[in-house]
């Protein structure tokens, strides 16, 4: 745990209860505040109180005693509108901010120059974040990996000048953070998501923009327009990254082919046969990693080894088995075509698992790669939508569940003469329609392709 101590003696509001509040409610009370946490949720403030935390209905609190309100980051800031603690924190005139604030403000008290690497983008940070994480472990650093990717910051051991916080921050976090100063700051990428949480995709951007204004080293992937419009505004030191073929007077780490380029056109990385780094996505996530850890020390020997060694994260392109020359991919985070689209670049010969609850747009996006898929396997709610979309193009079958999808798929690129067919399940859609979660789905997935004969 990180104990907060910058806010000892003071009482501060904590709204949200969820496994992050938990752990910032803890961390606030080990440094000496004196928190009054709250929940709209009754199974929320129940668990908390079932694991000896004290409630305080904040209705009832006047605001002008906090010197804070720590806010979850699932709670509404400004869109659709503000939320009432929100309002009140405002109108009392005092901050609202978010767990990583607090970590923020007590590393400038304790050990400001401890490495802090912070890392965001609207699609694959949470490989990335993994991947940096992974490399400096296996080259013997002190790494505590967390935020967005699942463990609260306020969980890890405290910022000291020998451990490297590498931290994934989404655009609810970073609006939270004001004081944000990574070491190392990263952008991937910008693309139209959470609008709803932010109002405009001009505001969602400017948003990822601070998470590198305010850091000592940006490291921007530039292959969208907005995010080459934020390195292109950046002042300070910056290594920008970009897929594709070389571009004239680029100064920064490339992609292609699957190997990681210098800018002097000196290859750095290879990436083939690494089957968790595959697709031009990766590439990118691969040099992003590059720029940042050789930035960290980490030497080029270092660098090769850790990203060999990577094993990826469950249900991202994750390879769960082979039967005979048939590869089985669980990409069940691909909840949108956006997402399914990092898969389907990444194989031919594609048996493609997809459907559930549909997202806006469904899968017509995705129809300039429907030539790489031999046959699809649709199931859960969106079935008959997608049909109407494949009809024409993608030979598919309506198969309802998974375990049916699985096997049938699995029937028929055991049958093809492709050199390394694929059963892929990368649904394009939400799960919530036949699982209880992304990882459940992916989960029995996997557990679909072990039951096979």
């Known amino acids: 745990m990180t104990p907060v101590t910058c806010f000892a003696g003071r009482k501060v509001a904590l709204f949200g209860l969820g496994g992050s509040g938990l752990a910032t409610v803890r961390a606030l009370l080990a440094g000496g505040a004196d928190v009054l946490a709250w929940d709209d949720s009754p199974e929320s403030t129940d668990r908390a109180r079932d694991r000896g935390i004290t409630v305080f209905d904040l209705h009832d609190a006047d605001f002008s005693d906090f010197a804070a309100l720590v806010l979850a980051p699932g709670v509404p800031l400004t869109h659709p509108a503000p939320h009432w603690t929100v309002e009140r924190a405002t109108d009392a005139g005092i901050p609202v901010i978010g767990d990583i604030e607090l970590f923020v403000q007590e590393r400038r008290v304790i050990a400001p120059d401890a490495p802090f690497v912070a890392i965001t983008g609207t699609n694959g940070k949470s490989t990335t974040t993994a991947l940096i994480a992974h490399i400096l472990r296996e080259a013997g650093r002190d790494v505590q990996m967390g935020g967005n990717i699942g463990t609260a910051i306020l969980s890890l051991e405290p910022p000291s000048p020998n451990r490297i916080h590498v931290i994934e921050m989404s655009s609810f976090q970073i609006d ?3 004081g944000l100063d990574p070491s190392v ?3 991937l990428n910008v693309t139209p998501d959470h609008l709803d949480r932010h109002g405009t ?3 969602y951007a400017a948003i990822k923009a ?5 850091s000592d080293l940006a ?3 530039i292959d969208d327009a907005l995010s080459r419009a934020i390195a292109d505004a950046r002042s300070g030191p910056l290594v920008r990254v970009h897929v594709g073929p070389p571009q004239p007077g680029f100064d920064g780490l490339s992609a292609r082919d699957g190997t990681v380029f210098a800018a002097d056109g000196t290859a750095i990385a290879d990436l083939a046969g690494i089957g968790s780094l595959r697709g031009a996505h990766n590439w990118q996530n691969a040099a992003v990693a590059a720029a940042c850890v050789r930035a960290l020390g980490i030497t080029e020997a270092e660098l090769v080894a850790g990203l060999r060694s990577f094993p990826g994260l469950p249900h991202r392109m994750e390879e769960v088995g082979r039967r005979g020359r048939v590869l089985f991919v669980n990409d069940s985070k691909a909840t949108n075509a956006d997402s399914a689209e990092k898969a389907l670049t990444a194989f031919r010969d594609i048996h493609w698992i997809l459907g559930g609850k549909a997202k806006e747009g469904g899968i017509a996006p995705l129809r300039p790669l429907f030539g790489r898929v031999a046959h699809a396997y649709l199931i859960g709610a969106a079935s008959e939508a997608f049909a109407a979309t494949l009809e024409g193009q993608v ?6 569940t998974l375990d049916v999808a699985t096997a049938r798929a699995a029937e028929a690129a055991a049958g093809s003469d492709a050199p390394e067919p694929v059963v892929l399940l990368s649904p394009a859609c939400a799960s919530y329609d036949q699982f209880r979660s992304f990882e459940d789905r992916g989960d029995q997935f996997r557990n679909c392709v072990r039951a096979l004969s």
Do not use: D, N, S
């Open 219 to 221: 490291v921007v992937g």
């Open 185 to 187: 700051g990263i952008l």
């Open 210 to 214: 601070r998470l590198v204004a305010g």
């Open 201 to 203: 995709l001009a505001a």
């Open 176 to 178: 939270l953070t004001p």
């Open 395 to 400: 030979p598919f079958t309506i198969c309802c």
